[in-house]
């Protein structure tokens, strides 16, 4: 029996890490385009009440708040796809190991 193929999987998960590193970051890149709309309106909302000479503490909470929302998405996938992966690892191995044992001599 070969080797279970998780390529797919792999990438994947490599493509979330990345995704994660950027992130952390704080690159606009990763983020999906509801979750870019609201760190422009965050950070508008913030540039207008420093214009105003106001406090932005209320935007930067916002943005805080909204980082950390797509940082714990991204960690979820991650988990799932590395929880995929070990199943499918796991599933290959016990089916070796059946196969293994209904051959005896």
């Known amino acids: 029996m070969a080797r279970p193929n998780t390529r797919r999987l792999d990438r994947e998960i490599q493509q979330t890490e990345r995704k994660l ?3 952390r970051k704080e ?13 422009v309106a965050a950070l508008a909302g913030g540039s207008l009440k420093v214009a105003r000479g ?9 943005l805080e708040t ?8 991204l960690t979820q996938e991650l988990t799932a796809l590395q929880t995929e992966r ?8 016990s089916t070796k190991a059946a196969k293994k044992s209904s051959i005896w001599w």
């Open 21 to 23: 590193k950027a992130v």
């Open 27 to 39: 690159e606009m890149w990763p983020l999906t385009g509801r979750e870019r709309r609201q760190v």
């Open 54 to 62: 106001k406090s932005p503490g209320r935007a930067e909470r916002k």
């Open 66 to 73: 909204l980082w950390q929302s797509v940082q714990t998405r």
């Open 86 to 93: 070990q199943r499918i690892v796991n599933e290959a191995a």
